[in-house]
């Protein structure tokens, strides 16, 4: 299979990054530290409730005042710039990527957002008591892809894979995909 992984798919097939803004225990408020009324408010800051760092975000442009969007400028942007963008409702949460972290409590506490993606390509806007149910296992697509195969200095192989949207397992894409054996815990897996 893939010896490069994408960055998206660095841990549960959730990309680090969006890992830690949705499990960090952060606060987006305005520059002068009030709740933000506005999902349009385009520079929040975003203070970190371990350290009491705050980072100032520009929504629009995806740019942060911290050292990794700073020395990396990550596509996507930093943590912080996901958690803002997250908490205000412009960007969807990924409803897979809700199902695999463990979202810190206070994601929208301060912000008019936050919204998720649905499977049938919609949203909806998470409310105080609003609860998001994940459409059963046989009702969802568990592959994506193809995706190419690559060697280990990254040149295309000719072969392609798909790879399972919960617990990552790849499968070559002439292989029968009904018989997989995918990870413990994944909700695609046969029952025994």
């Not at 606060?27 to 349009?40: I, Q």
């Not at 649905?118 to 994506?144: Q, Y």
Request: net charge negative.
């Amino acid at each position: 299979m893939s010896t490069n992984e994408p960055a998206e798919l660095e841990s549960d097939c959730i990309a680090d990054r969006t890992r830690r803004a949705l499990e960090r225990p952060l606060s987006v408020v305005t520059v002068d530290g009030t709740p933000v009324e506005t999902a349009d408010t385009s520079v929040v800051s975003v203070v970190s409730g371990n350290s009491g760092r705050t980072h100032t975000v520009d929504v629009r442009e995806g740019r942060c005042t911290c050292e990794d969007s700073e020395y990396r400028n990550p596509e996507g942007g930093c943590h912080h710039v996901r958690r803002a963008r997250f908490a205000l409702g412009v960007d969807a949460i990924p409803s897979t990527a809700l199902a695999a972290a463990d979202v810190d409590q206070t994601l929208g506490a301060n912000a008019p957002g936050p919204v998720v993606a649905c499977s049938d390509g919609g949203t909806i806007h998470i409310d105080d008591g609003a609860e998001v149910l994940e459409p059963a296992a046989e009702e969802v697509d568990p592959w994506t892809g193809p995706f190419d195969e690559r060697d280990k200095y990254g040149q295309p192989t000719g072969a392609a894979f798909v790879r399972c949207r919960e617990c990552g397992v790849e499968v070559v894409t002439s292989a029968d995909t009904d018989t997989v054996a995918h990870r413990d815990g994944c909700r695609f897996a046969d029952p025994e």
